[in-house]
């Protein structure tokens, strides 16, 4: 008998892969919210957490963890493709080469901080939403939404200020950049909650599926296991 394939986490799959390529080409921009400076990606970085926290809370660790994979895997992909084409020579016609390598360029230090902060943050996001939900029996999905962005997100941002950062902006201002860019991506999902709420309720009664995560492996790297 085949497996069928759900159309939803599919989507939720792609949208979560949209969301971490397009965050990386516009993280390189400064924004002003107010009197605090932020990248860019942070107007889209958060949504791949609250997909994040809609695949663990609907369909469970394991989903999410192949989800996480893929994502990881694209983004690599999206990152050797902006660097080859960077390194193609252009045509004569082609006048743009600096702006193109401002653009989709980072450098290695910022790309390999990215790539890893990434993964921290995103499996202690699912790993934390997962546990919370069988402590809870289920309830309070708003309270395990939160906690577990806070743990994903400050995890996230400590791991990639720290990589990227350290011994290049001092330390103070190292601290500062954790704790704002951490509590602004938490106080999007709190914003973002009510549709997170709807959505979650909608996919479960459309899939008829609400997963708990009892006597499951938490190994990030046991793939194979959906």
């Given at each position: 008998m085949k497996k069928?394939?759900?159309?939803a986490l599919?989507?939720?799959g792609l949208l979560f892969t949209v969301c971490l390529i397009v965050a990386n080409i516009?993280?390189?921009k400064l924004i002003s919210i107010g009197s605090i400076q932020a990248t860019a990606g942070l107007l889209i970085f958060p949504v791949s957490y609250i997909i994040n926290d809609l695949i663990a809370e609907v369909w469970g660790y394991r989903k999410v963890r192949l989800i996480i994979w893929n994502g990881f895997l694209m983004n690599f992909l999206?990152?050797?493709?902006?660097?080859?084409s960077i390194w193609a020579p252009g045509s004569a016609n082609f006048t743009n080469q600096a702006a193109f390598e401002l653009v989709l360029g980072n450098t290695e230090r910022i790309t390999a901080a990215s790539f890893v902060a990434f993964l921290f943050?995103?499996?202690?996001?699912?790993?934390v939403m997962s546990k919370m939900k069988i402590m809870q029996h289920g309830r309070g999905f708003s309270?395990?939404?939160?906690v577990s962005t806070l743990v994903g997100e400050g995890a996230d941002s400590l791991v990639f200020f720290t990589l990227a950062f350290i011994g290049v902006i001092p330390t103070q201002a190292l601290w500062m950049l954790i704790l704002t860019q951490t509590a602004m991506k938490t106080g999007y999902e709190i914003v973002a909650l009510p549709l997170t709420n709807y959505l979650v309720k909608w996919v479960k009664k459309?899939?008829?599926?609400?997963?708990?995560d009892n006597g499951i492996s938490y190994n990030p790297l046991k793939i194979k296991d959906v």
């Amino acid at each position: 008998m085949k497996k069928q394939v759900s159309v939803a986490l599919m989507v939720c799959g792609l949208l979560f892969t949209v969301c971490l390529i397009v965050a990386n080409i516009v993280e390189q921009k400064l924004i002003s919210i107010g009197s605090i400076q932020a990248t860019a990606g942070l107007l889209i970085f958060p949504v791949s957490y609250i997909i994040n926290d809609l695949i663990a809370e609907v369909w469970g660790y394991r989903k999410v963890r192949l989800i996480i994979w893929n994502g990881f895997l694209m983004n690599f992909l999206a990152v050797l493709i902006f660097r080859l084409s960077i390194w193609a020579p252009g045509s004569a016609n082609f006048t743009n080469q600096a702006a193109f390598e401002l653009v989709l360029g980072n450098t290695e230090r910022i790309t390999a901080a990215s790539f890893v902060a990434f993964l921290f943050g995103a499996f202690l996001n699912a790993y934390v939403m997962s546990k919370m939900k069988i402590m809870q029996h289920g309830r309070g999905f708003s309270i395990r939404a939160v906690v577990s962005t806070l743990v994903g997100e400050g995890a996230d941002s400590l791991v990639f200020f720290t990589l990227a950062f350290i011994g290049v902006i001092p330390t103070q201002a190292l601290w500062m950049l954790i704790l704002t860019q951490t509590a602004m991506k938490t106080g999007y999902e709190i914003v973002a909650l009510p549709l997170t709420n709807y959505l979650v309720k909608w996919v479960k009664k459309h899939e008829k599926t609400d997963v708990y995560d009892n006597g499951i492996s938490y190994n990030p790297l046991k793939i194979k296991d959906v």
